[in-house]
């Protein structure tokens, strides 16, 4: 196993629902993901929903995972595989990554939101509306503050290192 390999396996931010929301499939690889994973279709076409049921702590289909999963490069893995980044700098990054994830939900406990996505992407998208359009408000408490600026943080972070946004452009939406 080589070192990009190493670093996709050990970050998985792409299939836990940080980064990506769902997945599209394409129409030949339904009949074959459908007998491994839990596929939702609408008009023929195929997706599901991050966080995928088959990363737990690592991918157990990788060797047969759909051709999105397989194609797809953060800038992170380019960064590295350009030589522009070495492997402990990248798994630095990525624990950072986590960090900042584990903060904000530490925090979504404490303040008790109800947030209904499964995705942490999409749960970020939600939080980001709701909190938002309270912003001018008197609502808003500095518990509250501090989670719009972790958030923009995380989001610097993904959109600098990965090359993915959760803020404002929601390119989780889209993979």
Known sequence: MNDSENICLSCGLCCDGT????????LEE??????????????????????CKNYCDGCTIYSNRPKQCDNFKC????????????????????????QKKLAIEKK???????????????KMIE??????????????????LELISDLKQLDN???KRFGLSILPSQSCLNF
Do not use: W, Y
Not at 76 to 97: M, P, R, T, W
Not at 129 to 138: A, G, R
């Open 19 to 26: 980064m990506i929301g769902f997945v599209r499939l394409n």
């Open 157 to 159: 972070l993904l959109t």
């Open 75 to 98: 800038e992170l893995l380019k960064a590295h595989e350009e030589k522009k980044l070495d492997f402990d700098s990248a798994i630095g990054i990525i624990n950072e990554l986590k």
């Open 30 to 51: 339904l009949p074959v993901l459908k007998e491994i994973m839990e596929i939702e279709e609408e008009d023929g076409k195929g997706f599901f929903i991050q966080p």
């Open 127 to 144: 939080l980001n509306t709701l909190l938002q359009k309270n912003k001018d408000e008197s609502v808003l408490k500095q518990k509250h």
């Open 108 to 122: 979504l406990s404490m303040l008790q939101f109800e947030l209904k996505s499964q995705s942490f992407c999409f």
